[in-house]
């Protein structure tokens, strides 16, 4: 049988993801929650979502985490055209707290030359500064070496940890599996009278379905890792519409 003709038909051409704000996402390789609670969290119109991973090692500790830096280059790389991302965000909250956002951005320059890049801590960081957080309570699923490392970085750029708690889990593939409700419970019991706040670090933690409840619940913001990381993306990105339903900060 004779193989059939290929015919040119025409293609009508538009902006494509022009009109998009592409967050490009360097997740962790055991991470499979923060691509399902950003998207709970994403506008439905304007903005999306591009992943791609970076090795990381368990058990959770300060070395392991420190070594994402290295990867950060290669992950940037895989990203083509580099101008199709608008904006980059490491997806470690512990990993941002230790490794400077100006090692961080020094990595990804390397294979994207000016590229806009956050972080979980960057953007907790800045959520602060723009809610006017001095005093949080404190949440993590961290063993204690890295929740302390967590409270001492906090400190370092003026904010007080009043309380703190933790499930002290020490791999990446057992926090994912922390219930939403468990975490909310845990949560009020941290809370404290002389907070401002209550943070909630960790991308391996579910909380986008908790934070505007647990917001009334304590009445106080939650600022939360991928909360945060998420505001701090779109406002990078030139995306300022407010949001409801996950937190105060959306509301900025």
Same mark, same amino acid.
């Given at each position: 049988?004779?193989?059939?003709?290929?015919?040119?038909?025409?293609?009508?051409?538009?902006?494509?993801?022009?009109?998009? &704000?592409?967050?490009?996402?360097?997740?962790?390789?055991?991470?499979?929650?923060?691509?399902? $609670?950003?998207?709970?969290?994403?506008?439905?119109?304007? %903005?999306?979502?591009?992943?791609?991973?970076?090795?990381?090692?368990?058990?959770?500790?300060?070395?392991?985490?420190?070594?994402?830096?290295?990867?950060?280059?290669?992950?940037?790389?895989?990203?083509?055209?580099?101008? #199709?991302?608008? %904006?980059? &965000?490491?997806?470690?909250?512990?990993?941002?707290?230790?490794?400077?956002?100006?090692?961080?951005?020094?990595?990804?320059?390397?294979?994207?030359?000016?590229?806009?890049?956050?972080?979980?801590?960057?953007?907790?960081?800045?959520?602060?500064?723009?809610?006017?957080?001095?005093?949080?309570?404190?949440?993590?699923?961290?063993?204690?070496?890295?929740?302390?490392?967590?409270?001492?970085?906090?400190?370092?750029?003026?904010?007080?940890?009043?309380?703190?708690?933790?499930?002290?889990?020490?791999?990446?593939?057992?926090?994912?599996?922390?219930?939403?409700?468990?975490?909310?419970?845990?949560?009020?019991? %941290?809370?404290?009278?002389?907070?401002?706040?209550?943070?909630?670090?960790?991308?391996?933690?579910?909380? #986008?379905?908790?934070?505007?409840?647990? $917001?009334?619940?304590?009445?106080?913001?939650?600022?939360?890792?991928?909360?945060?990381?998420?505001?701090?993306?779109?406002?990078?990105?030139?995306?300022?519409?407010?949001?409801?339903?996950?937190?105060?900060?959306?509301?900025?």
């Amino acid at each position: 049988m004779d193989k059939p003709m290929i015919r040119h038909v025409e293609a009508a051409l538009d902006a494509g993801m022009g009109d998009q &704000v592409v967050i490009g996402l360097i997740a962790l390789s055991t991470d499979v929650v923060t691509e399902y $609670e950003l998207r709970k969290m994403l506008p439905s119109d304007g %903005v999306s979502i591009s992943a791609t991973r970076i090795e990381t090692q368990n058990p959770i500790t300060i070395e392991n985490l420190r070594g994402h830096a290295h990867e950060i280059a290669k992950a940037a790389e895989l990203f083509v055209p580099k101008e #199709s991302v608008n %904006v980059f &965000v490491y997806g470690c909250t512990s990993g941002s707290a230790l490794i400077s956002q100006a090692t961080l951005e020094a990595e990804l320059h390397r294979t994207a030359p000016g590229a806009k890049l956050t972080s979980p801590m960057t953007a907790a960081y800045k959520a602060f500064n723009r809610l006017g957080i001095r005093r949080v309570d404190m949440l993590t699923p961290y063993p204690d070496e890295v929740t302390e490392a967590m409270g001492d970085c906090l400190r370092d750029v003026g904010i007080e940890v009043a309380s703190c708690g933790s499930f002290h889990i020490e791999n990446d593939y057992e926090i994912i599996n922390v219930t939403p409700a468990s975490i909310t419970n845990a949560a009020e019991s %941290v809370n404290s009278s002389t907070s401002d706040a209550l943070f909630i670090p960790c991308t391996g933690l579910r909380t #986008s379905s908790i934070i505007g409840a647990l $917001e009334e619940r304590i009445g106080k913001p939650v600022i939360t890792a991928h909360q945060a990381m998420l505001w701090d993306a779109l406002r990078l990105g030139g995306y300022t519409r407010t949001l409801s339903g996950f937190g105060k900060l959306f509301a900025l």
